[in-house]
């Protein structure tokens, strides 16, 4: 499990292990802060086809799915 700060993850880089659509890295571009921290939805931008994906934090936790970094 990767361990991850959810106060930095804004503008944080992360790499897809099972990239779909050619898209593989990933950078964190919004943060939506709820009551509960492990609520807290993220909005990711795919580089290579600049698409948004809204997503609940903790998902980038599971490392058979997301890596942090580019790589």
């Known amino acids: 499990m990767n361990s991850i700060n959810p106060s930095k993850l804004l503008l944080s880089k992360w790499t897809a292990v ?21 609520l807290i939805q993220i909005e990711l931008l795919a580089l290579t086809s600049s698409r948004k994906r809204r997503m609940v934090w903790t998902e980038l936790k599971d490392d058979q799915q997301w890596q942090p970094g580019w790589r």
């Open 18 to 38: 099972n990239p779909s659509d050619n898209e593989k890295h990933f950078q964190v571009t919004r943060v939506f802060p709820t009551a509960s921290r492990n």
